[in-house]
């Protein structure tokens, strides 16, 4: 989504064109701090999944400016927009295949630290001729809730003495991915599991990194094994605090046709509903029923409610990555004033 008519920092943010996108800055900040914070007192660290939001400022926000510390992007796109940005240490999801990102690996490799992931024999083969120092290896696991990862113990072990002996490769670890809540269980125990392997053959594991980028970071975080060293998140910084939400769409009440329905300006192109319809912030008996393209079908208790034409509707996402992949813009605000404007420049960045 294009950027609306802009209006000038200090603007009530209510006062915005719609739909459009706000984050609370200080909410944004605490979640952050929080979420750190939970982590103390253990061997596991906290690496952002920044290609959730694709903003370079919210990025510096998680690693306090720190560009040295690692941050978990989903594409080679995305790293070369945060590469672009000064980041320096970055892990990427997507395996190294075909010709095309052999190619963005050597540029990127240039300017930063890159970690991939890889599973399989032929992911491998595509670093064959590879011999850098600034390139590490995470092997991938698969598990109850994600099905890629390298097959077999057998081929893990294969994969390791090759890597060891005769690539000059850094094998730094294992990861996997948890897309279910009701497997982080499972998950924990298939990565303890390869790496319980690896240690009988003598092959030990400077990383084990979970990926839950799409889950609750407390649902993470319990039952945490201290064997792992690295939890991936992408939601933390916009988790609900209390009663407000840190990440919203503002939509306008466009009409209200006949008592308890209204229709708003949001639709499916500024807020995505794959993983569902949104959550109405603002309004604590209205809920979504539905949604077009461009238009959202808001239904409400009219008794208790009496909505007009140009009422503000906040709704919550059901999934952040999705929606902020709408955005050329994104609006940060602090005392529900606009405070600054930011690019979301890893948008669209899918290779």
């Known amino acids: 989504m294009e950027r609306p008519t802009s209006k000038p920092i200090g603007h009530h943010y209510l006062e915005l064109d719609t739909p459009t996108m706000v984050i609370n ?53 995305q790293a070369q927009s945060f ?75 294969e994969l390791v003495k090759l890597l060891v002996e005769h690539f000059k490769i ?53 039952n945490l094994p201290p064997e792992i060293t690295g939890l991936i998140s992408g939601n933390y910084p916009f988790e609900v605090n209390g009663s407000v939400s840190t990440c919203s769409v503002v939509s306008t009440v466009m009409s209200t046709p006949e008592p308890g329905r209204a229709y708003i300006d949001c639709g499916q192109k500024a807020i995505s509903i794959d993983r569902g319809v949104p959550f109405v912030v603002n309004y604590e008996n209205a809920v979504i029923e539905k949604m ?3 238009h959202g079908y808001l239904v409400f208790d009219a008794v208790e409610m009496n909505l007009k034409i140009g009422d503000k509707i906040l709704l919550r996402p059901a999934n952040y990555s999705d929606t902020f992949n709408l955005y050329d813009f994104v609006n940060l605000i602090k005392n529900d004033r606009l405070e600054s404007v930011i690019e979301t420049a890893a948008r669209g960045a899918f290779k």
């Not at 032929?122 to 990862?149: T, Y």
Request: net charge negative; with cysteine.
């Open 25 to 77: 800055t200080d909410l944004l900040k605490s979640n952050i701090k929080n979420a750190q914070s939970s982590l103390n007192g253990t061997s596991c660290k906290l690496i952002p999944n920044v290609g959730t939001h694709g903003t370079a400022e919210i990025a510096r926000y998680q690693t306090n400016s720190d560009h040295d510390l690692p941050v978990f992007v989903d594409t080679f796109q």
């Open 83 to 157: 590469v672009n940005h000064g980041f320096k240490n970055i892990i990427i999801e997507s395996p190294p295949v075909g010709v095309g990102k052999v190619e963005s690996l050597h540029r990127l490799v240039n300017t930063a630290h890159i970690t991939v992931s890889l599973s399989s024999l032929a992911h491998l083969n595509f670093l064959k001729h590879l011999s850098m120092e600034n390139l590490s290896v995470l092997l991938r696991i698969p598990n109850k809730s994600d099905s890629v990862g390298i097959g077999t113990h057998q081929e893990l072990i």
């Open 170 to 222: 850094y094998w730094k670890g294992l990861i996997t991915v948890s897309k279910g809540s009701d497997s982080l269980e499972e998950s924990f125990k298939g990565i303890l599991s390869a790496e319980g392997l690896l240690q009988s053959h003598s092959f030990t594991s400077n990383e084990l990194l979970i990926n839950t980028s799409n889950q609750p970071l407390s649902k993470a975080q319990s």
């Open 292 to 294: 077009s393209a461009e």
